[in-house]
């Protein structure tokens, strides 16, 4: 950031945006073969057992004469003895040039298990994206590392091998959290995983909740993806949405369906969703107001001189100049 001091600096518009994630649900096919399906009924299980989420976001804040001005945010949430607390880090403001951006890549990456040495830096359109994924790694082993017997919620699921999942990375977060007697538990919100041309989280239909439908048996054509968690479909609430449950495949089968059962009874479950999972999205998320403020904040601090540049698809299109600058 003190590089940037005294630059021009442009705030978007509209950066209410945040960077597109990839945790979510990276299969590069539409249809699964699978064997079969098998529904399971759940019941709560209250046992005063710690649940823990983790979420990160980022967004960007606008353009200088040399880069792109970005922050990043993350945030844990843990409901203990029927209380939620949480922690939050950030806002972080980075300042990103094609001059620094491989120093700064290279300190995301070598607090996330991955090698600096060799690396491909990303263009400046995507190293944002990339910083919160190496960020969300980074909180995600901290928390594996220090929890005990607790659940562990991730945003997104457990399929490796893309660029920003590594089977190496996403294999060792979950070693980490066996050894310390953890459940790892992955929910997507979408998913793009279909089984005999239907949508994965459209299969339960009208089965009444709580209740799973493990999709037995998983595999797809060779290639680098690799599944480290066994899928479900998971219907916790009545009128309420389902998701894509990814839980570590290494933890035997009883102790995945207790940790299932001791989440219901260990946390809300606000229309199927859990309530830590949601917090620490909510509380991650930038707010337009906390944009503006940022924003400001930066200018003041490093002498940055605030302008707005014409809108080009505007001058050229009137009305009709949609796009990303419209």
């Known amino acids: 950031m003190r590089s940037v001091h ?3 600096f442009q705030p978007y518009a509209n950066p209410y945006t945040p960077a597109e994630r990839s945790f979510e649900d990276p299969l590069p096919v539409a249809d699964s073969d699978a064997t079969g ?7 709560p299980l209250p046992d005063e057992t710690t649940v823990t989420a983790i979420d990160v976001s980022s967004i960007r804040l606008g353009e200088t004469e040399t880069g792109l001005l970005c922050a990043i945010r993350g945030v844990i949430v843990w409901k203990e003895k029927g209380q939620y607390r949480y ?14 951006k491989r120093e700064i890549y290279s300190l995301f990456r070598q607090y996330s298990f991955e090698r600096p040495e060799g690396m491909m830096t990303p263009s400046l359109l995507n190293i944002q994206a990339r910083m919160g994924n ?12 220090s929890c005990r017997g607790d659940l562990i919620l ?16 996403v294999s060792q977060l979950l070693e980490i959290a066996r050894i310390g007697f953890n459940s790892v538990l992955a929910f997507s919100k979408v998913s793009r995983l279909r089984l005999h041309g239907h949508r994965i989280i459209d ?9 799973l439908l493990e999709i037995e048996d998983v595999h797809f054509p060779s290639g680098p993806i690799r599944l480290l968690g066994d899928i479900y479909i998971a219907k916790f609430s009545r009128g309420s949405c389902s998701f894509r449950l990814d839980i570590d495949r290494r933890i035997p089968r009883e102790q995945r369906l207790e940790a299932m059962q001791k989440l219901l009874g260990n946390d809300v479950l606000h229309q199927g969703y859990p309530e830590t999972l949601r917090l620490a999205h909510i509380f991650s998320t930038f707010t337009a107001s906390e944009v503006i403020g940022i924003q400001r ?9 605030m302008v707005t ?7 050229l299109f009137g009305p009709f100049g949609k796009g990303p600058e419209g």
């Open 6 to 8: 005294g630059e021009r």
């Open 37 to 43: 399906t098998q529904l399971i009924r759940l019941r």
């Open 87 to 100: 922690l939050r880090l950030g806002p972080f403001p980075f300042h990103i040039t094609e001059e620094n």
């Open 134 to 145: 190496l960020f969300e790694r980074w909180l995600q082993m901290c928390v594996s590392s």
């Open 154 to 169: 991730w945003d997104g699921s457990l399929t490796a091998g893309t660029v920003d999942s590594p089977v190496n990375v």
């Open 203 to 211: 299969l339960l239909g009208e089965c009444q909740p709580p209740c």
């Open 297 to 305: 904040y930066v200018a003041q601090e490093w002498g940055l001189r």
């Open 309 to 315: 540049r014409p809108n080009v698809r505007r001058l």
